[in-house]
């Protein structure tokens, strides 16, 4: 595949009309890699493309363009630098890594939060990004309804547990489309805001004590240790595609705008 340089800005995967632009920050690496995937699973990359570090960075923005890459494409980082552990340096060039910046994470089936640790290489089971080409959403003209916070009344809510119980009545319980077919019992309420507690993807395998009651694993249910702060939580959404998990999102968020009710995040920077 050809490449160029790219450009600095904006961060993350960005869609243009004949391929996709990378950057990623960093700010004291030694090397980077883009590796690109055929499948979330795959043990090995379809492409490793060496950034260099003259060419492809600016200040301290790795970036490079991929002529024919297009939205779909799977891709992680492996990133070169110092290991300091004293001084909050653990680069491992053997690690495969989420883009901060991915609106999409792929791979949960295949995910291993064990593997993960010690120096190994554990792509086979890390998550991976996908290139999304956002321009493909239909807003159809939503925006923010910017009520007076004096007249809003606010909903704090889980969005898998507000509806997982089949006494919700929902089609999809415990999903952003539950959130939608509760609506009208929002309004019966007189809501007019909700606040969603962490929608971004966390591992539901990050929890600090690992066997529960009987010797079952236990998960992150609450998800305050979010993996990639701009990516809708997989296992809220109804189709199990990757590709649609933005979609699911904005479907609820345009939504709810429609009948009046405001979407405020819970961001956790842990």
Known sequence: ??????????LGATVQQDGVNFSLFSRNAAGVQLLFFDRAGDRH?????ELDPIANKTFYYWHIFVKGARHGQLYGY?????YQPERGHRFNKLKLLLDPYAKVVAGKP??????????????????KNMVVDTSKYDWEG???????????????MHVRGFTRHLSSGADHPGTYAGVVAKIPYLLD?????????PVQQFDPQDIGVPYGPGGQRLTNYWGYAPAAFFAPHDC???????IDRLREFRDMVKALHRAGIEVILDVVFN
């Not at 990359?45 to 493309?49: A, D, G, I, Q």
């Not at 939503?142 to 704090?156: C, F, K, Q």
């Not at 809501?191 to 969603?196: M, W």
């Open 236 to 242: 809220y959404c109804v189709s199990p595609d990757p």
């Open 1 to 10: 595949m050809e490449t160029s340089k790219g450009h600095a800005y904006p």
């Open 189 to 197: 309420l007189g809501i007019t805001a909700v606040e969603l507690l």
């Open 45 to 49: 990359p379809s492409h490793v493309f």
């Open 78 to 82: 492996r990133v070169d630098g110092p």
């Open 110 to 127: 295949y995910w291993s939060r064990v593997e993960a640790y010690g120096f190994g290489d554990n792509i086979a089971s890390a998550m």
């Open 142 to 156: 939503d925006e923010p309804l910017g009520r007076p916070m004096d007249e809003t009344i606010i909903y704090e």
